[in-house]
C-alpha cells in the first residue's frame, strides 16, 4: 500500500527519500515521486512504475535539496499514472504533498475548490487536499494553519507529510488512520509511514496518533492535535537490526521469511513456555488471565492469512478452553451491527497492526465495553497500541507481501494463550507437559520440513500451468487448506479454493478431472480416517494428488501422486508444521512462472484502506 518518507536537515534529501522508498518497495505500488525544495528551487520528479524508475530520471541531474518528501503510490482513485502519482502540488509548484489513505469527500471539496478557479490536473483525491491547503495560504495563513483548517473540512483518512517553498524550515505531517513515524535525529529528522524505512538513519522514533500534527523543523518537533492543542509526544526506541530487513543472500523475501521460520516460531515461545506447570506465561496478558479465562465468548477478526490464523485459534479454544469462539472477517464484523457484550474477549489478529478493517472492528467493539486483545507483530502498531491487552508474535519483519512467517508465529502465539487460558477448564498439568514438550521440537521439525525445499521444487515443476487447484484439509488442517489455496493464488495468479475435505461432495468434486491437481492435508489426527476415504474418492475421478502427510504413513503413497512427508505433532500444533510445504509449493511454482513474488500484482503489504 502506498508509502511515504520525508527528510529534513543538512544533508542531500533524494539518496535518503530514494533509499526509504525502495524500503517500502515490499508494501506494493504502481508508481512513484518525490518533492524537494532547497534556497534556489523547488521540484517534483515522479513517475509510474518502479522506484528503479525514478531513479533513472534523477540520473545527471545532480539535485541537491535539504528538505524532501517521496511516495510510493498503490492506486485507489484513477489509474497508476505520472499525473495521479505523489506528490500532488498547487498551481505555483510551490506546496507539495503526499497522502495514504482515501479522501471520502474529495467531489463535493473539488467542486467548490473548481467554482473558485482551481482546476485539476489528477483523477486523484489528494489534489483536492493540496488545493486546500493552498486556499487557506492564500488567505494569509501560514503552512501550519493552512493544513490544519484543510484538514478540518476533510473526511476519510489520511496521513499526509506537506512542504511548502515559501516555510522551507519544516514540515508538516498529520494522521488519521494512516500511519506514521517521526524518526528524531541529530539536527535531522526524518518521516515514513513504516518504521522500516527509518532504521537505518535513527532508533528514536514518534508514532503519530490519529488526529495529530507534527511541525517537524531539522532540530525539534511541535505537535498538537486538530483542535491546535500542543501535546507532549514520546520518544521510543526501537529495536530492529538492519539485515533483518535484506534479503540476506535469499532470491526473495518470501523465501528467506519461509526459511527463517525455526528461529521465528522459537523467537515467538521464547521464555513464554511454563514446562513444569505445563502451561505459559505472556507478560502482556498479565492482569487479564482470568477476565480472558472467563469470557462469556471469544470473538477474533482479521483479514487474510491472519484471518486463517484466527480459524486455527477457534479450534484450539474450543478444544481446550472450552469457552465459545466466532471468527470474523474485520470487514464484515465492523459493519454489520455485531452483538459484543462486556463479558466478551475479542482478539485482532493483524501482522501489520495497520490493517484499516481491523483497526476499525477493534475501535467498535471498544465502544461496546468487550475486552480487546491484539495479536500483532509490527511493535508500536495501531492496533497494539489501541489495544486494551495484547502479545506480540515477534516474527521480526515481514517484508515479503505473501504472509509465510507471521502465519506460524500467529498460531503459536494462538497456542500460548490456549494454553494460559485452559489450565483451570480442559487442559490437563500432563496435557499441557505434552503440548510444552511438542512445542519446544517445533523449530526443529520445521527445520525438516525446509530441508524438502528441492523436492517440492520437483513437485511444483509439474504443475506449472495448471488453471485451477483445490485444497483440501479436515479439523485443525481446514483453515490450512484454505491458507495453501491464497498463498498460491496471491503469487502464482493460478486460481485455488480451499475447502473442509468432507464439502467437496457438496459441489466442487465436480471439476475433478485428470487435469485438477487436488492438495490434501492428511496428517495422523483424529480425522484421518475421514481424510483418506476423500482421498479415494478424488482418485476415483483421476484427479492429481498432492498429500501432505506423516513421516510414518506408508500406506499413502500408495494412493496419491505425490506424499510430502512432515513430523507428526500435537493436533493443535498440526498448522504450524503442514502449512510450511504449501507456501513452498506456491512459492516455486510463481518463481517458475516468471512472477514477482515478493510484490504480486494488485497487492500491498499493509492494506489501509478500506
Ligand atoms: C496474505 C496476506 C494478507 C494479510 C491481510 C491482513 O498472504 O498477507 O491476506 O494477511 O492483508 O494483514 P494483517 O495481518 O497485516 O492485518
Given at each position: 500500500m502506498c508509502g511515504i518518507v520525508g527528510y529534513i536537515g543538512a544533508k542531500n534529501c533524494v539518496h535518503i527519500l530514494i533509499d526509504g522508498l525502495k524500503k517500502l518497495e515490499y508494501r506494493g505500488y504502481d508508481s512513484a515521486g518525490i518533492g524537494i525544495i532547497n534556497d534556489n528551487y523547488c521540484d517534483v520528479i515522479k513517475t509510474k512504475g518502479k522506484v528503479s524508475d525514478l531513479e533513472k530520471m534523477l540520473t545527471g541531474k545532480n539535485f541537491t535539496a535539504g528538505l524532501g518528501i517521496g511516495h510510493t503510490r498503490w492506486a485507489?482513485?484513477?489509474?497508476?499514472?505520472m499525473v495521479n502519482a505523489h506528490p500532488h502540488l498547487n498551481k505555483e509548484r510551490n506546496l507539495f504533498l503526499v497522502h495514504n489513505g482515501i479522501i471520502e469527500n474529495y467531489s463535493s471539496l473539488k467542486k467548490g475548490l473548481q467554482k473558485e478557479g482551481y482546476n485539476f490536473l489528477s483523477e486523484t483525491d489528494t489534489e483536492v487536499l493540496v488545493n486546500l491547503i493552498d486556499r487557506y495560504l492564500k488567505k494569509k495563513h501560514n503552512l501550519g494553519t493552512a493544513v490544519r483548517y484543510a484538514l478540518n473540512e476533510v473526511e476519510g483518512t489520511y496521513g499526509i507529510a506537506v512542504i511548502y517553498k515559501n516555510e522551507p524550515d519544516k514540515i508538516i505531517v498529520a494522521r488519521k488512520g494512516s500511519p506514521l513515524v517521526l524518526g528524531v535525529g541529530v539536527n535531522e529528522n526524518f518521516i515514513a509511514s513504516d518504521v522500516n524505512a527509518l532504521i537505518s538513519h535513527t532508533s528514536q522514533v514518534v508514532y503519530l496518533e490519529d488526529n495529530e500534527i507534527l511541525e517537524i523543523y531539522s532540530d525539534h518537533f511541535v505537535a498538537k492535535n486538530i483542535s491546535d492543542k500542543e501535546i507532549i509526544k514520546e520518544i521510543h526506541e526501537v529495536d530492529i537490526a538492519i539485515d533483518e530487513i535484506s534479503k540476506g543472500g535469499y532470491a526473495h523475501f518470501m523465501l528467506k521469511e519461509i526459511m527463517e521460520q525455526p528461529e521465528s516460531i522459537y523467537n515467538s515461545m521464547r521464555g513464554r513456555l511454563l514446562p513444569e506447570e505445563g502451561t505459559s506465561k505472556l507478560g502482556g496478558l498479565q492482569g487479564f488471565e482470568d477476565r480472558i479465562a472467563h469470557s462469556d465468548r471469544i470473538l477474533i477478526s482479521a483479514c487474510g492469512t491472519s484471518w486463517h490464523a484466527g480459524l486455527v485459534g477457534e479450534y484450539m479454544l474450543e478444544q481446550y478452553a472450552g469457552i465459545p469462539v466466532e471468527v470474523e472477517y474485520a470487514s464484515e464484523f465492523r459493519y454489520r451491527h455485531p452483538v459484543i457484550n462486556s463479558n466478551d474477549t475479542v482478539i485482532f489478529i493483524s501482522q501489520?497492526?495497520?490493517t484499516a478493517d481491523t483497526l476499525a472492528s477493534l475501535r467498535e467493539a471498544k465502544k461496546k465495553g468487550a475486552l480487546c486483545l491484539g495479536i500483532c507483530n509490527v511493535v508500536g502498531s495501531s492496533i497494539a497500541r489501541e489495544s486494551d491487552t495484547g502479545v506480540y508474535i515477534h516474527a521480526g519483519p515481514e517484508i515479503g507481501v505473501a504472509s509465510t512467517k507471521a502465519f506460524t508465529s500467529q498460531l503459536v502465539v494462538l497456542a500460548l494463550i490456549t494454553m494460559l487460558i485452559s489450565r483451570e477448564k480442559r487442559l490437563s498439568v500432563t496435557d499441557g507437559q505434552y503440548l510444552i514438550n511438542e512445542m519446544k521440537k517445533l523449530p526443529r521439525n520445521v527445520e525438516k520440513i525446509l530441508k524438502m525445499n528441492d523436492t517440492i521444487e520437483k513437485i511444483a515443476d509439474k504443475y506449472v500451468n495448471a488453471k485451477n487447484f483445490l485444497y483440501l484439509g479436515r479439523g485443525y488442517n481446514f483453515p490450512v487448506a484454505l491458507e495453501g489455496a491464497l498463498k498460491l493464488k496471491e503469487i502464482s495468479y493460478i486460481h485455488a479454493e480451499g475447502y473442509p475435505a468432507a464439502e467437496m461432495k457438496h459441489g466442487p468434486i465436480a471439476l475433478i478431472d485428470e487435469n485438477m491437481p487436488v492438495v490434501f492435508i492428511a496428517?495422523?489426527?483424529?480425522v484421518y480416517d475421514k481424510v483418506m476415504s476423500n482421498i479415494e474418492e478424488v482418485r476415483a475421478r483421476k484427479g492429481k494428488i498432492i498429500a501432505i502427510a506423516n513421516?510414518?504413513?506408508?500406506?499413502i503413497d500408495k494412493i496419491v501422486d505425490h506424499a510430502i512427508k512432515i513430523p507428526q505433532t500435537a493436533d493443535m500444533l498440526t498448522p504450524i508444521l503442514s502449512v510450511i510445504p504449501l507456501q513452498l509449493l506456491a512459492y516455486h511454482i510463481a518463481v517458475k512462472k516468471g512472477l514477482n513474488v515478493d510484490q504480486p500484482r494488485n497487492l500491498a503489504k499493509s492494506v489501509t484502506v478500506e
Open positions: 485507489t482513485h484513477g489509474e497508476p499514472n501489520s497492526g495497520e496428517t495422523k489426527d483424529s513421516e510414518a504413513d506408508d500406506q
